[in-house]
């Protein structure tokens, strides 16, 4: 129980932040269904007619919508299909931490010191990963169930826990798999491969419903059990096989895991590369990229930007491929003028291809920083801050380096993609501007650049909170885009989202009021975290 209650300790902040998301996602989806659906039954009948001939055509990316009249089935497809997403890379974050990153501050050490063996160090890890997502879906489902009351209606609380068991089993088999994968490979390529293997597994699910070729193999993919059951939809199902078969990947998975890291040695991978033995050394390295700040940094990462690059890219070039396949059905369908209306701002293919590239884009983007913000902030608890100030480093050289290392590779993350996109959009002879792409594509350097900021402040206050608190800002900002014009809030609140200051570049040219107010944030944002981490003991 000792080693439940201190993995439950070290993870109560994402425990704190996903639940917050998972609660408001849920909410504001379930409020925001009557004001854009109407309260009668023919107002709702002639909503969900439209918009499912929308989803239809999206199933690429999102599961099939089944009952969009009614407010459990658009919450089933709008909200739960998104916190599949978001508990994934809960997942990702929390498994490689307790793999991976407990292991660098000494953590693990410090636990198997205590007698402890490795096999109940890691059963305690996954009890209480279990016991937090649960948790976390359990608040996704009590925001549902408020936001149908504040709609003047009722709605069972069985299908809502259900939905909450569903959504925990596919965090769980997530998080054993990215457990077995971090014990496989050194520190360094572990998370990259297990987000890598994460991602390839979601879409080989969406992609399979689109391509036929992909169907006879989707069922490697987690989500596929997840998307079986439609709990919350009226008439929708809980397959309770499917769901057993998510638990029985994390069993498993889990299982492997713990065999692997009984075999293996602490810091170590279970496969490692043979490398010459030589006498140990504990000179300092005399090569002069380690004296080039920036530099250092760009080297030091280089495998990760380059897989974020070519991961980019390559998803990039794979929305351009859907984009001709999604709305050439959609120009056949009448009626539809008023909801292309929302992101139609001049040619069809081009605003497609920014709402939807771009978009995405975003998000990755968005999820980049906050991997650079992580690993800012273990920085701080593992030791190596203090390391870098003992050189000496004035503090605030240290966090005018990071934001120079964030920049510069997100500019490459975005030249690299932007390229690809560009390549490929003539390759399907779709007519694209290639200022406004380029635009586009450099405008996520800023934007990038808002997260980060605001996570460079968080990690001066507070390091071990960063990422889930962060993780909540980043989602809000994301439904502040989706829902701000549906709730009419104020134009400075919706100005608040980077995704709106960011705007649809590739159609309409760079919002230039938007340019400004991000890096405004973005210059506050730091100057306010260099003034912070001063005032501020390392690893406090």
């Not at 009668?40 to 969009?68: C, Y």
Request: glycine share 10%; proline share 4%.
């Amino acid at each position: 129980m000792t080693a439940i209650r201190l993995a439950l300790r070290l993870g109560r902040w994402g425990l704190v932040g996903f639940s917050g998301v998972a609660f408001i996602a849920t909410f504001i989806n379930a409020a925001g269904f009557y004001a854009i659906a109407g309260h009668t039954q023919a107002e709702r009948e002639a909503f969900a007619r439209s918009f499912a001939q929308i989803a239809s055509q999206l199933t690429v990316l999102l599961p099939p919508a089944t009952r969009l009249d009614t407010v459990g089935g658009y919450v089933q497809y709008r909200a739960y299909g998104s916190l599949a997403i978001v508990f994934a890379i809960w997942a990702l974050t929390s498994a490689g931490g307790a793999a991976r990153g407990d292991e660098e501050r000494g953590i693990v050490e410090m636990v198997l010191a205590t007698g402890l063996s490795r096999a109940r160090a890691t059963a305690a890890r996954i009890v209480a990963f279990a016991f937090a997502c649960f948790v976390a879906a359990l608040a996704a489902s009590l925001g549902f169930i408020l936001g149908v009351i504040s709609g003047n209606e009722t709605f069972s609380i069985a299908p809502s826990i259900e939905a909450a068991v569903l959504l925990a089993a596919l965090a769980m088999s997530c998080y054993s798999l990215v457990l077995l994968i971090s014990q496989l490979l050194a520190p360094r390529f572990a998370m990259g491969l297990a987000g890598a293997v994460l991602l390839g597994l979601f879409l080989l699910n969406s992609l399979s419903r689109t391509f036929d070729s992909l169907a006879t193999l989707r069922w490697l993919s987690p989500f596929r059990y997840y998307e079986l059951s439609q709990p919350v939809s009226p008439g929708g199902t809980f397959d309770v096989q499917a769901t057993l078969v998510l638990i029985g990947i994390a069993v498993v998975a889990g299982a492997t895991a713990t065999l692997a890291f009984t075999l293996r040695d602490l810091g170590a991978a279970l496969f490692a590369l043979r490398t010459a033995a030589g006498p140990p050394t504990y000179e300092g390295s005399s090569a002069l990229i380690w004296r080039i700040p920036v530099i250092r940094g760009l080297y030091d990462r280089r495998v990760g930007l380059t897989l974020w690059a070519v991961g980019v890219s390559a998803i990039g070039i794979l929305f351009v491929i859907l984009t001709k396949a999604i709305v050439q059905p959609l120009l056949a369908i009448p009626g539809l003028a008023q909801y292309f209306a929302v992101f139609v701002h001049g040619a069809i293919y081009p605003s497609f291809l920014s709402y939807i590239w771009f978009g995405f884009a975003q998000l990755l983007l968005a999820g980049f920083a906050i991997t650079q913000v992580a690993r800012w902030s273990a920085e701080d608890t593992d030791g190596r801050l203090e390391l870098i100030l003992g050189n000496p480093v004035s503090r605030t050289q240290v966090l005018i380096e990071r934001a120079t290392v964030l920049a510069v590779g997100a500019l490459i993350i975005a030249v690299v993609s932007g390229i690809a996109v560009g390549i490929e959009t003539r390759n399907q002879a779709i007519d694209i501007d290639g200022l406004r792409l380029a635009e586009a594509s450099l405008l996520l350097v800023p934007f990038s650049l808002v997260f980060a900021a605001v996570g460079a402040l968080l990690a001066a206050r507070l390091p071990r909170a960063t990422v889930g608190i962060l993780g909540v800002v980043t989602f809000g900002s994301y439904l502040m885009l989706q829902f701000g014009p549906i709730f009419k809030l104020p134009e400075w609140v919706q100005d608040l989202s980077a995704f709106k200051l960011y705007g649809q570049p590739l159609t309409n040219g760079v919002d230039w009021s938007g340019l400004v107010i991000m890096l405004a944030i973005v210059t506050a944002a730091f100057v306010a975290s260099a003034v912070a981490m001063k005032r501020r003991d390392v690893g406090a």
